[in-house]
């Protein structure tokens, strides 16, 4: 049956009071955190300073950069144009020239249509030169999970986490063999869609915790061996390191609602950064070893409406003098990409499994294990879609 409108408006009307309770609550407490924003100001950096310097490492985040140029924690980038053309000549100023990559995957899970659990896993990636010539590279890479792979019939990590986590991997070993491939390459700029900080496998048993960490350290260690710049790029972000950071020095009342691009959009324009902080999260960061101190993070304004998308970066960048040049690449990408880095929009797109693939993984399967002699049954109805087909 269809949902029931009158039904859904009635519970509304009864919950509205709670609603509006929330909504106030978290209206109050955001202005406290917002007026403690001015703490992130010229005038405010010696205070600030001294205020974290007797704080533990999971204060949420320490300031890395002057705020010389800050004004309520943003540093504004004074870039308007007149119209598309201007902003794309000013990419083409930045950009041209400098090579930018990114990976992306898609999977199909195992499903009751075989009678034999197999998934599939493929990631693709894009390489744009940035040269007036053109030049660029598509690509795709595939695995195949057996029941082995996908540990049938033992406890532990359900079968879809696995084809989650496999695909995870691939993901980053390809990101990493690419800075292997490009060492020393300051003219080149690596995008990992996603967080350097691993703070969703907490919820995981240690094992998975331990794989997501493992992958991620040897991207960040990667990057700083080879000198090869790297961005994780999060564009809907809930972070609150910024957040912990001012409750923590200011006092200020708890609040599980107000994360940090919250907090900061309302003062940003398009372009607009905060300055650079160093990440001091409490949990997964414990299990970080020698790169525990090692990720920075900036919220950048990449649209003129919503909040700011979350940068995260090895510290080695800051440290090498890297930042501004670097989130102006970003900048680049996402004025080519109307509002989304351009190279990972792309690398999505090469990557993403369609119902029609889907059909062929299948029609391969059933081909082959006929071949082989091996006893792999499909349902009826999957045998008649990939007949007709």
């Not at 519970?11 to 917002?34: D, G, H, M, V």
């Not at 007149?82 to 195992?110: H, K």
Request: hydrophobic letters at 40%; proline letters at 4%.
């Amino acid at each position: 049956m269809t949902l029931k409108p009158s039904q859904i408006q009635a519970i509304l009307n009864t919950k509205r009071e709670e609603f509006a309770t929330f909504t106030q609550e978290t209206w109050q407490q955001l202005q406290q955190y917002r007026a403690a924003l001015t703490h992130l100001s010229p005038q405010g950096e010696k205070e600030l300073h001294k205020l974290l310097m007797n704080q533990p490492t999971d204060v949420g985040a320490r300031l890395l950069e002057p705020l010389s140029l800050a004004a309520d924690g943003v540093i504004a980038s004074k870039l308007a144009w007149q119209n598309r053309e201007q902003s794309l000549a000013w990419v083409r100023d930045r950009l041209t020239g400098i090579t930018t990559f990114a990976v992306d995957g898609s999977q199909i899970y195992p499903g009751k249509d075989l009678s034999i659990p197999i998934a599939l896993v493929q990631i693709g990636w894009f390489e744009n030169l940035h040269l007036p010539t053109g030049g660029f590279e598509k690509d795709i890479e595939v695995d195949v999970m057996t029941p082995s792979d996908l540990q049938i019939g033992h406890a532990g990590t359900p079968v879809d986490r696995r084809v989650n986590m496999r695909r995870f991997e691939m993901e980053t070993q390809r990101l990493v063999q690419y800075m292997k491939e490009h060492a020393n390459a300051t003219d080149c700029l690596v995008f990992l869609d996603g967080s350097l900080v691993a703070t969703f496998a907490e919820a995981f048993e240690p094992k998975g915790r331990q794989f997501y960490v493992r992958c991620l350290l040897e991207l960040l260690r990667t990057s700083k061996k080879y000198q090869v710049p790297l961005v994780a790029y999060i564009d809907t972000s809930y972070a609150q390191d910024l957040t912990v950071m001012l409750r923590t020095l200011f006092k200020l009342p708890e609040s599980q609602s107000i994360h940090d691009a919250q907090l900061i959009g309302r003062f940003m324009e398009w372009g607009d950064r905060t300055p650079l902080f160093l990440c001091q999260r409490s949990g997964i960061l414990s299990d970080y070893e020698d790169q525990r101190n090692q990720v920075t993070f900036a919220y950048l304004k990449t649209t003129r409406e919503g909040y700011p998308a979350r940068l995260e970066m090895p510290v080695w960048m800051y440290e090498a003098g890297l930042t501004d040049r670097v989130i102006d690449w970003v900048r680049g990408e996402v004025i080519i990409g109307s509002g989304y880095p351009y190279v990972i929009e792309t690398a999505d797109q090469t990557a993403v499994l369609q119902a029609d693939d889907r059909q062929a993984f299948y029609r391969i399967l059933q081909d082959w294990a006929d071949q082989e002699d091996l006893d792999l049954r499909f349902s009826r109805k999957m045998v008649s879609k990939v007949r007709r087909r």
